[in-house]
Nanobody, 126 residues
């Protein structure tokens, strides 16, 4: 049974930084992607960034490219999302999720991901 747990959300002023963590437990993962998604009130869940477990391939949404960095510590089964230069429009519940398959490419849509965390709130004040 795979479990995914996020942490690190909070309240920050615009221009500030936060680091989110996501730890996965359960069966070992081949080269599955671990992704971050976010959902603001009244909006659909959207892709933020993802990293493949073994080969470090990363993929970012255009809206966060250059501001957010995804990384992972395989020894701790943990993925990090470093968020810099935060904007009020980054306010959302952030979810971590594990792709159900080990794919050649990263799929930036929620339906490819089977195991989800409970979410962590990120609020950016103006």
């Amino acid at each position: 049974q795979v479990q995914v747990v996020e942490s690190g959300g909070g309240l920050v002023q615009a221009g500030g930084s936060l680091r989110l963590s996501c730890t996965a437990s359960g069966p070992t993962f081949s080269n599955n992607a671990m992704g971050w998604f976010r959902q603001a009130p009244g909006k659909e869940r959207e892709f933020v960034a993802a990293i493949k477990w073994r080969d470090r391939t990363t993929y970012y949404a255009n809206s966060v490219k250059g501001r957010f960095t995804i990384s992972r510590d395989n020894a701790k089964n943990t993925v990090f999302l470093q968020m810099n230069s935060l904007k009020p429009e980054d306010t959302a519940v952030y979810y971590c999720a594990l792709d159900r398959l080990s794919r050649v490419v990263i799929i930036p849509t929620p339906d490819a991901y089977e195991y989800w965390g409970q979410g962590t709130q990120v609020t950016v004040s103006s």
